[in-house]
């Protein structure tokens, strides 16, 4: 059995502020989603000139988040990214809460993630007639209201994130053992925070 890798958590600022460039983020989770990607074919995807996409590319892969992915091009003078991990990567408000920089990285990072999975969830609300029966009735929204502890927060995010893992592991297997029909990216957002009514 493979061991069980978590996201890489990113305490350094300057890799954090490399996310603070929404074109980063986005350029950043069309290559998870597609696995590897020249820059003029990203470039086709966010409606930006193919230099501009190849500079942000090799920025993030200068902080380690994206990396060439080797033996995809077919004459040499294509060059093909990829993320550097799978497993992504997170951080902990915490870690740069310390200094008033830290925490507007933190802000403009969270505020982009949150608007990129907006965007997305949007775009399929404007095109579930597309998508047809079977997938509208299974995709889903909810909100539960709950009263937790700290620990007991922290302790469902776990449990939360291992189900959400052991599903990517079922998806990828089906994947590489040939299983394609009726199978797309499927994007799953969950959000748990205090607050007060």
Same mark, same amino acid.
């Given at each position: 059995m493979r061991p069980k890798r978590k996201p890489e958590r990113i305490t350094d600022l300057s890799r954090l502020k490399a996310f603070t460039n929404p074109l980063r983020l986005?350029?950043?989770?069309?290559?998870?989603a597609t696995g590897a990607a020249t820059a003029s074919q990203l470039a086709e995807q966010v409606d930006q000139a193919p230099s501009l996409v190849s500079y942000h590319l090799r920025k993030l892969a200068e902080h380690g988040f994206v990396t060439e992915a080797s033996g995809r091009s077919a004459d040499g003078r294509e060059r093909w990214w990829q993320v550097a991990s799978e497993e992504g990567w997170g951080f902990r408000d915490s870690d740069?809460? /310390?200094?008033?920089? *830290? @925490? @507007?990285? &933190? *802000?403009? &990072?969270?505020? *982009?993630? &949150? /608007?990129n999975r907006i965007t997305q969830y949007r775009a399929y609300l404007d095109q579930t007639a597309a998508w047809?029966?079977?997938?509208? /009735?299974?995709?889903? %929204? %909810?909100?539960?209201?709950? /009263?937790?502890?700290? @620990?007991?927060?922290?302790?469902?995010s776990g449990e939360l994130e291992a189900l959400a893992r052991r599903w990517r592991e079922? *998806?990828?297997?089906?994947k590489a053992a040939g299983d394609t029909e009726d199978r797309e990216h499927v994007s799953v957002h969950l959000y748990g925070f205090p607050f007060r009514p």
């Open positions: 986005q350029l950043y989770r069309l290559l998870y740069f809460a /310390d200094t008033p920089e *830290g @925490a @507007a990285a &933190v *802000g403009a &990072v969270t505020r *982009g993630i &949150v /608007d047809g029966k079977a997938w509208t /009735d299974a995709a889903f %929204s %909810s909100e539960w209201m709950l /009263d937790l502890t700290p @620990a007991e927060l922290a302790e469902m079922r *998806g990828k297997a089906a």
